[in-house]
């Protein structure tokens, strides 16, 4: 049964960092795309980074650029977005998602077939 399982979220101050986790299961992750999306009270969902499955092509949204880091441990089935000097405006559920990739290295936010239930980030004083 293909899995995502989010952890390490939690109540941070502002300029803080947390470290999130996805552990992946039940599938080959190797040849999955693995991306980041949030959910803030009230708001859509929006993507926030991406990975291709070699983890050579990371992608950013321009709001956390600079500030979150993605990586993945295809050998451990985890991927990680390393989230620093966080805002308020950070605050949301975060997700993991996955789909079968469509080229060797590249990653997009498109046709994720694959989420995780969540882990909730908040940002507050």
């Known amino acids: 049964q293909l899995q995502l399982v989010e952890t390490g979220g939690g109540l941070v101050q502002p300029g803080g960092s947390l470290r999130l986790s996805c552990a992946a299961s039940?599938?080959?992750?190797?040849?999955?795309?693995i991306a980041w999306f949030r959910q803030a009270p009230g708001k859509e969902r929006e993507a926030v980074s991406c990975?291709?499955?070699?983890?050579?092509?990371?992608k950013y949204v321009d709001s956390v650029e600079g500030r979150f880091t993605i990586s993945r441990d295809n050998a451990k089935k985890m991927v990680y977005l390393q989230m620093n000097y966080l805002k308020p405006e950070d605050t949301a559920v975060y997700y993991c998602?996955?789909?079968?990739?469509?080229?060797?290295?590249?990653?997009?936010?498109?046709?994720?077939?694959?989420w995780g239930k969540g882990t909730l980030v908040t940002v507050s004083s």
């Open positions: 039940g599938f080959n992750v190797d040849n999955y795309v």
């Open positions: 990975i291709g499955s070699t983890g050579t092509v990371r």
């Open positions: 998602a996955a789909r079968a990739r469509w080229s060797i290295s590249g990653c997009n936010y498109n046709g994720m077939d694959y």
